[in-house]
């Protein structure tokens, strides 16, 4: 699968490292936690360093702040033995990379992209704070309707841009784009404006079929007949609008 994907991705050569990273070597040299120790034990299978973009390489220019450092990118390839625990293993590699990165998780046939937004550390800046981390959604593979043109659409000419961060910026709206494409069954890009909105509603969904699930609990443990009627009355409205969400999507 590995070689198939970074295929697709058509990075330049020159940007290619390919080195496959023993867990031996990454505990070597990435201070770990008992716990994260465990988790690179029974929880990795193999790591491989793929790429890295410098603008050397790429001609994208670089961008350093006293917030944040986009002078390289880095692709690391990552095999779990299960995902149950993807999102704690992708928090370890994040981590230990003081550059965005951009994780390519596999489990079995699935993959999905985990990103990180990372700042220099104000009271010392070789180091670096992790904020908001997303791990987009699982997509089959190989699959024609969604996960092949989202690769198609994370390759090196759709993600070739006037500098490293509005690279980064282009493969965190692709990973958006998944998501949406699971929700649809199928991939298309948007606009700026038209994943925001289109994010709104699956998040506003997600919100109520969760909402439903409390409800129905409630239910269960309800004594009194007007707390029934009411939970009741409420689970119609909810089931009502996602119905009507639905029924808009289809249309």
Known sequence: MKDNIFSILNFPKVTENNQFVPKKAFLENVPLSSSEKKLLSEEVQKLYWMATFRAEETGMSTLLTDQ???SELHFIFLELNRKEKASQVSMMVQKAIPYPLILLVVEGEELAIHLCQKSINQNDTQKRVCG???????LPYPDEKIT???LENMGYEKILKADLKQCYQAIWHNLQEAKIALDKGHFQTHSQE???SETHRIAERERLIEELKQLKKQLKKADGIAERVALNVRIKEIFSVINQMNSDEIR
């Open 68 to 70: 944040e450092d986009f």
């Open 132 to 138: 908001e981390a997303f791990l987009g959604p699982w």
């Open 148 to 150: 092949q043109p989202f």
């Open 194 to 196: 038209e994943l925001a």
